[in-house]
Antibody, heavy 125, light 106 residues
Framework: QVQLQESGPGLVKPSETLSLTCAVS?????????WGWIRQPPGKGLEWIGS???????YYNPSLKSRVTISVDTSKNQFSLKLSSVTAADTAVYYC??????????????????WGQGTLVTVSS | AIRMTQSPSSLSASTGDRVTITCRAS??????LAWYQQKPGKAPKLLIY???TLQSGVPSRFSGSGSGTDFTLTISCLQSEDFATYYC????????FGQGTRLEIK
């Protein structure tokens, strides 16, 4: 049974870089699937941040693309998120999740399953 | 970005009721739609994908329908464990979610 677990600092200062890692167990990242990050500000809805394939191909939300980097480490069976120049608006629970891709007019992540339990990151000085 | 609008934003119902939640896309998305259930402090759980395909392990009282721009999630006979927030998500373009529908006990 595949499980995902997010980890990283719970507090980040404004203008700094948020860094999170998602450790995957029960499934080898190298075997396939895509691996994504989704966030949820407190009391609000969900926002897809971006995703990566085991080969290293990445897909980012256009609204965050300039600040986001997602990478994968197949040797550790984990993938990571970096979000630069954070502000209070980046305060959220950050989730990692597995998905496949759909080819419509573009190649896009499809549905997310399973998800990690989430980790709250607060941006504050 | 494709905007997803759910209605109602909140809903009160009783155990045993049949409830329907609606999700409307700002443009046609064929059947590229998923539904999730989220309980407080927990990650979302996939219920339905491809608009009407039930995820393995999800009770059959959940069902989804629709295509194009209008979609529905129906719970045929509410159980106590169904009181939660529900989100739709399109994947015709890069993923976007509805704002959520909070299902509360009447």
């Amino acid at each position: 049974q595949v499980q995902l677990q997010e980890s990283g600092p719970g507090l980040v200062k404004p203008s700094e870089t948020l860094s999170l890692t998602c450790a995957v167990s029960g499934y080898s990242i190298s075997s396939g699937y895509y691996w994504g990050w989704i966030r949820q500000p407190p009391g609000k809805g969900l926002e897809w941040i971006g995703s990566i394939y085991h080969s290293g191909s990445t897909y980012y939300n256009p609204s965050l693309k300039s600040r986001v980097t997602i990478s994968v480490d197949t040797s550790k069976n984990q993938f990571s998120l970096k979000l630069s120049s954070v502000t209070a608006a980046d305060t959220a629970v950050y989730y990692c999740a597995r998905h496949r891709a759909e080819r419509t007019t573009v190649t896009t992540p499809n549905w997310f399953d399973p998800w990690g339990q989430g980790t709250l990151v607060t941006v504050s000085s | 970005a494709i905007r997803m609008t759910q209605s109602p934003s909140s809903l009160s119902a009783s155990t045993g009721d049949r409830v329907t939640i609606t999700c409307r896309a700002s443009q046609g998305i064929s059947s590229y739609l998923a539904w999730y259930q989220q309980k407080p402090g927990k990650a979302p759980k996939l219920l339905i994908y491809a608009a009407s395909t039930l995820q393995s392990g999800v009770p059959s009282r959940f069902s989804g329908s629709g295509s194009g721009t209008d979609f529905t999630l129906t719970i045929s006979c509410l159980q106590s464990e169904d009181f939660a927030t529900y989100y739709c998500q399109q994947y015709y373009s890069y993923p976007t979610f509805g704002q959520g529908t909070r299902l509360e006990i009447k």
